[in-house]
Protein backbone atom coordinates (compact mmCIF):
# COMPACT_ATOMS: atom_id res chain seq x y z
CA UNK A 1 0.00 0.00 0.00
CA UNK A 2 1.54 3.00 -1.25
CA UNK A 3 1.99 5.73 1.59
CA UNK A 4 -0.76 8.55 0.57
CA UNK A 5 -3.17 5.70 0.97
CA UNK A 6 -1.95 4.35 4.01
CA UNK A 7 -2.30 7.67 5.68
CA UNK A 8 -5.97 7.81 4.27
CA UNK A 9 -6.94 4.82 5.83
CA UNK A 10 -5.73 5.21 9.21
CA UNK A 11 -7.49 8.45 9.21
CA UNK A 12 -10.48 7.23 7.97
CA UNK A 13 -10.06 3.93 10.43
CA UNK A 14 -10.04 6.68 13.18
CA UNK A 15 -13.24 8.43 12.18
CA UNK A 16 -15.20 5.15 11.59
CA UNK A 17 -13.83 3.63 14.93
CA UNK A 18 -15.39 6.67 16.66
CA UNK A 19 -18.15 6.81 15.05
CA UNK A 20 -18.80 3.03 15.27
CA UNK A 21 -18.19 2.88 19.58
CA UNK A 22 -20.34 5.92 19.82
CA UNK A 23 -23.55 4.14 17.81
CA UNK A 24 -22.89 0.83 19.11
CA UNK A 25 -23.19 2.42 22.65
CA UNK A 26 -26.39 4.17 21.63
CA UNK A 27 -27.64 0.75 20.60
CA UNK A 28 -27.81 2.83 16.69
CA UNK A 29 -25.72 0.03 14.61
CA UNK A 30 -29.22 -0.55 12.37
CA UNK A 31 -29.05 2.80 11.92
CA UNK A 32 -25.38 3.51 11.05
CA UNK A 33 -25.90 0.68 8.63
CA UNK A 34 -28.46 1.77 6.71
CA UNK A 35 -26.78 5.65 6.94
CA UNK A 36 -23.84 3.61 5.35
CA UNK A 37 -25.15 1.73 2.08
CA UNK A 38 -27.52 5.57 1.28
CA UNK A 39 -24.31 7.36 0.70
CA UNK A 40 -22.23 4.62 -0.26
CA UNK A 41 -24.81 4.28 -3.11
CA UNK A 42 -25.26 7.83 -3.52
CA UNK A 43 -21.26 8.59 -3.90
CA UNK A 44 -21.32 5.86 -6.75
CA UNK A 45 -24.32 7.17 -8.19
CA UNK A 46 -23.05 10.84 -8.57
CA UNK A 47 -19.77 11.87 -10.44
CA UNK A 48 -20.58 15.59 -8.64
CA UNK A 49 -20.28 14.13 -5.10
CA UNK A 50 -17.68 12.25 -6.00
CA UNK A 51 -15.56 15.45 -7.51
CA UNK A 52 -17.03 17.51 -4.53
CA UNK A 53 -15.13 15.03 -2.18
CA UNK A 54 -11.81 15.18 -4.09
CA UNK A 55 -11.69 18.00 -6.02
CA UNK A 56 -8.91 20.78 -3.76
CA UNK A 57 -10.72 23.55 -5.95
CA UNK A 58 -14.11 23.60 -3.05
CA UNK A 59 -13.51 25.90 -0.31
CA UNK A 60 -13.99 24.01 3.31
CA UNK A 61 -17.06 25.85 3.68
CA UNK A 62 -18.33 24.82 0.53
CA UNK A 63 -17.61 21.69 1.11
CA UNK A 64 -18.91 21.61 4.83
CA UNK A 65 -22.17 22.86 3.25
CA UNK A 66 -22.30 20.58 0.87
CA UNK A 67 -22.05 17.52 2.41
CA UNK A 68 -24.48 18.50 5.38
CA UNK A 69 -27.00 19.32 2.56
CA UNK A 70 -26.56 16.15 1.02
CA UNK A 71 -26.98 14.16 4.84
CA UNK A 72 -30.20 16.52 5.34
CA UNK A 73 -31.85 15.36 1.68
CA UNK A 74 -30.85 11.60 2.90
CA UNK A 75 -32.18 12.11 6.33
CA UNK A 76 -29.07 10.82 7.61
CA UNK A 77 -28.99 10.22 11.31
CA UNK A 78 -27.76 13.44 13.71
CA UNK A 79 -25.06 11.12 14.40
CA UNK A 80 -23.66 10.65 10.71
CA UNK A 81 -24.39 13.91 9.20
CA UNK A 82 -22.64 15.21 12.59
CA UNK A 83 -19.67 13.04 11.67
CA UNK A 84 -19.38 13.99 7.79
CA UNK A 85 -19.90 18.07 8.96
CA UNK A 86 -16.63 17.49 10.91
CA UNK A 87 -14.45 15.36 8.69
CA UNK A 88 -15.94 18.46 6.34
CA UNK A 89 -14.35 20.98 8.52
CA UNK A 90 -11.00 19.39 9.00
CA UNK A 91 -10.82 19.32 4.64
CA UNK A 92 -11.00 15.33 4.62
CA UNK A 93 -13.44 14.51 2.73
CA UNK A 94 -11.37 12.41 0.26
CA UNK A 95 -11.02 9.82 2.76
CA UNK A 96 -15.14 9.09 2.82
CA UNK A 97 -15.01 6.07 0.39
CA UNK A 98 -12.26 4.19 3.25
CA UNK A 99 -14.54 5.28 5.73
CA UNK A 100 -17.58 3.83 4.67
CA UNK A 101 -15.28 0.75 3.87
CA UNK A 102 -14.03 0.68 7.35
CA UNK A 103 -17.65 1.56 9.10
CA UNK A 104 -18.99 -1.53 6.68
CA UNK A 105 -16.04 -4.18 8.03
CA UNK A 106 -17.00 -2.75 11.29
CA UNK A 107 -20.49 -3.83 11.48
CA UNK A 108 -20.35 -7.00 9.41
CA UNK A 109 -17.82 -8.18 11.87
CA UNK A 110 -20.17 -7.27 15.08
CA UNK A 111 -23.00 -8.89 13.45
CA UNK A 112 -20.61 -12.23 12.61
CA UNK A 113 -21.03 -11.28 9.01
CA UNK A 114 -18.31 -11.58 5.74
CA UNK A 115 -18.76 -10.19 2.36
CA UNK A 116 -17.98 -12.19 -0.78
CA UNK A 117 -17.04 -10.44 -4.10
CA UNK A 118 -18.87 -12.28 -6.41
CA UNK A 119 -17.98 -11.58 -10.47
CA UNK A 120 -19.78 -13.32 -12.96
CA UNK A 121 -19.99 -13.60 -16.73
CA UNK A 122 -24.32 -12.06 -15.91
CA UNK A 123 -26.31 -11.07 -13.51
CA UNK A 124 -26.57 -13.92 -10.95
CA UNK A 125 -30.52 -14.24 -10.03
CA UNK A 126 -31.70 -13.97 -6.57
CA UNK A 127 -32.55 -18.32 -5.90
CA UNK A 128 -28.47 -17.98 -7.04
CA UNK A 129 -27.26 -15.53 -4.87
CA UNK A 130 -29.07 -16.85 -1.89
CA UNK A 131 -27.47 -20.89 -3.13
CA UNK A 132 -24.27 -19.43 -3.14
CA UNK A 133 -24.63 -17.39 0.15
CA UNK A 134 -25.45 -20.74 1.92
CA UNK A 135 -22.82 -22.63 0.46
CA UNK A 136 -19.95 -20.08 1.64
CA UNK A 137 -21.52 -20.06 4.90
CA UNK A 138 -20.81 -23.41 5.27
CA UNK A 139 -17.22 -22.99 4.25
CA UNK A 140 -16.55 -19.71 5.80
CA UNK A 141 -18.69 -20.25 9.32
CA UNK A 142 -20.47 -16.94 9.04
CA UNK A 143 -23.27 -15.23 7.17
CA UNK A 144 -22.25 -14.36 4.07
CA UNK A 145 -23.63 -10.89 2.62
CA UNK A 146 -22.75 -10.91 -1.75
CA UNK A 147 -21.74 -8.16 -3.41
CA UNK A 148 -22.09 -8.94 -7.44
CA UNK A 149 -20.63 -7.24 -9.92
CA UNK A 150 -20.75 -8.36 -13.95
CA UNK A 151 -17.63 -9.31 -16.16
CA UNK A 152 -18.88 -10.16 -19.55
CA UNK A 153 -15.31 -11.32 -20.15
CA UNK A 154 -15.50 -14.12 -17.97
CA UNK A 155 -17.81 -16.04 -20.93
CA UNK A 156 -19.05 -17.93 -17.87
CA UNK A 157 -18.56 -19.14 -14.46
CA UNK A 158 -17.74 -17.19 -11.41
CA UNK A 159 -14.53 -15.26 -9.27
CA UNK A 160 -15.53 -15.36 -5.70
CA UNK A 161 -13.04 -13.70 -3.02
CA UNK A 162 -13.82 -14.03 0.70
CA UNK A 163 -11.60 -12.24 2.83
CA UNK A 164 -8.09 -13.62 1.69
CA UNK A 165 -9.40 -16.26 -0.44
CA UNK A 166 -10.30 -16.28 -4.05
CA UNK A 167 -11.73 -19.01 -6.08
CA UNK A 168 -11.44 -18.78 -9.57
CA UNK A 169 -13.88 -21.00 -11.65
CA UNK A 170 -14.55 -18.88 -14.89
CA UNK A 171 -14.22 -20.31 -17.77
CA UNK A 172 -11.74 -17.79 -19.00
CA UNK A 173 -9.37 -18.35 -16.52
CA UNK A 174 -9.62 -22.18 -17.57
CA UNK A 175 -8.67 -21.62 -21.20
CA UNK A 176 -5.78 -19.44 -19.84
CA UNK A 177 -4.48 -22.35 -18.00
CA UNK A 178 -5.26 -25.27 -20.75
CA UNK A 179 -3.83 -22.36 -23.19
CA UNK A 180 -1.06 -21.95 -20.52
CA UNK A 181 -0.26 -26.18 -20.19
CA UNK A 182 -0.39 -26.84 -23.97
CA UNK A 183 2.67 -23.98 -24.05
CA UNK A 184 4.28 -26.25 -21.65
CA UNK A 185 3.90 -29.42 -23.85
CA UNK A 186 4.81 -28.41 -27.54
Known amino acids: MSEPASISSGI ?35 ADLQAMIRSPLYARDAQQSAITAVAKAMKLSPLFSNTLSLIASKRRLFVLPQFLLALREMIAEENGETTAEVTSAVKLTDAQSDKLAKTLKSAVGKTVKIKATVDESLIGGLVV ?26
Open 12 to 46: AARYATAMFELAKSDGQLPTLEADVDALDAALHDS
Open 161 to 186: KVGSRMIDSSIAAKLANLQNSMKEVG
